[in-house]
């Protein structure tokens, strides 16, 4: 389907996203599709992501030119627009962008023709036992360094109140929803269930509960399994828990995750996607599970998500395999692929040879 309406979303802070911007306003221009940039990083107030799309006219296309950070600001907008995300990748190696800022016409001519590749990735939101709320006299010390914080989730007008089940939040989230402690000298303690039974108390700097695409954020700096993004589950990781039981548990992407905040426990703080979004007292919650809308994501190419994790972590150049040099590909997609593995997800040819 032709693009009709573009939103683009520039990181000021990086020369090269400027430049490409110019030459994204000038496809727009030359095909006479609107272009609407969008400030997420407003420094006197910021709005939500459904406040943000409107104000972009609703695009059908979402724009990104920055780092991963910038690219989730994108999806949170696509997601609530129904539009489809493109990220252009400026130089760092990132698990989200994608398009080097060279191609960037090209890949806007591709999603316009009809010809690229849309990715579906599994999102997360959440309910809680109250609205989740800032106090004001936290506000300076938590945003400081920060900037203004995103506005609170509303909540979403087909909610449950009253019945136990909570308060259903206006939350999408692409990598993680984290719950961590405010205080340094006090850890949160906090109890976790899994598909509704409890599965352990915990006290800990952090718990996060992410997504496949997640899990090579926080869960993964924590320690965490590396998920294919490709699958759906729900991943919980404890960050520095002060218990024997330290370890990631991976489940189905129907069992949710509730942390309650226990009576004895300081404050706890509720990040989404790394945006600081409200803070619980004890005896709070939060329920977190997947959600119906799911990230729509332009690719030119099928993505090779373990090339990307290779290069990333650099996993190529251990000392130890040195001397054998560079690995051949294993599969060879560059010729006929055998019936019996027609059905398998194989790296593109380009990152076979």
């Not at 969008?38 to 409107?54: L, Y």
């Not at 907008?77 to 994608?98: H, P, Q, R, S, Y």
């Not at 069992?255 to 945006?275: F, R």
């Amino acid at each position: 389907m032709p693009v009709r309406r573009i939103g683009l979303i520039v990181h000021q802070g990086r020369s090269a996203a400027v430049e490409v911007a110019r030459a994204v306003h000038a496809w727009c221009d030359a095909n006479r599709i609107r272009c609407t940039e969008i400030d997420v990083w407003a420094k006197e107030h910021r709005r939500g992501s459904r406040e943000e799309a409107a104000a972009a006219g609703d695009p059908d296309l979402v724009v990104t030119l920055g780092g991963d950070g910038t690219f989730l600001r994108g999806a949170r907008i696509a997601v609530n627009c129904g539009a489809t995300v493109l990220g252009v990748d400026l130089g760092k190696v990132g698990f989200l962008t994608e398009v080097p800022a060279d191609d960037v016409t090209q890949a806007l001519e591709a999603v316009h023709q009809g010809h690229a590749v849309v990715e579906e990735r599994m999102t997360l939101t959440m309910r809680a036992s109250r609205a989740l709320e800032i106090p004001k006299e936290m506000e300076a010390l938590l945003r400081y360094g920060r900037g203004p914080a995103l506005p609170p989730p509303r909540i979403r007008p087909a909610t449950t109140e009253g019945e136990g089940w909570g308060l259903a939040l206006d939350v999408v989230a692409l990598n993680d929803i984290v719950l961590e402690k405010l205080a340094r000298d006090h850890q949160v303690a906090v109890g976790v269930y899994l598909a509704g039974s409890l599965l352990a108390s915990y006290a800990a700097d952090a718990l996060a509960v992410a997504t496949p695409t997640g899990s090579t954020a926080y869960s993964f700096a924590a320690g965490g399994p590396v998920l294919s993004p490709h699958m759906d589950a729900v991943v919980f990781t404890p960050i520095a828990p002060h218990m024997t039981f330290n370890r990631t548990v991976v489940a189905a992407p129907d069992e949710p995750v509730a942390l309650k905040v226990l009576p004895h426990s300081g404050q706890a703080a509720v990040s989404i996607d790394g945006q600081l979004s409200g803070v619980l007292d004890p005896g709070d919650w939060i329920g977190v599970f997947r959600a119906r809308n799911r990230v729509r994501l332009i690719r030119l190419h099928p993505t090779d998500f373990y090339g990307r994790l290779r290069n990333r972590f650099r996993l190529a150049d251990a000392p130890a395999t040195s001397p054998d040099g560079e690995a051949a590909p294993f599969f060879r997609p560059d010729t006929p692929i055998p019936p019996d593995l027609a059905h398998m997800r194989l790296p593109p040819p380009s990152a076979a040879r």
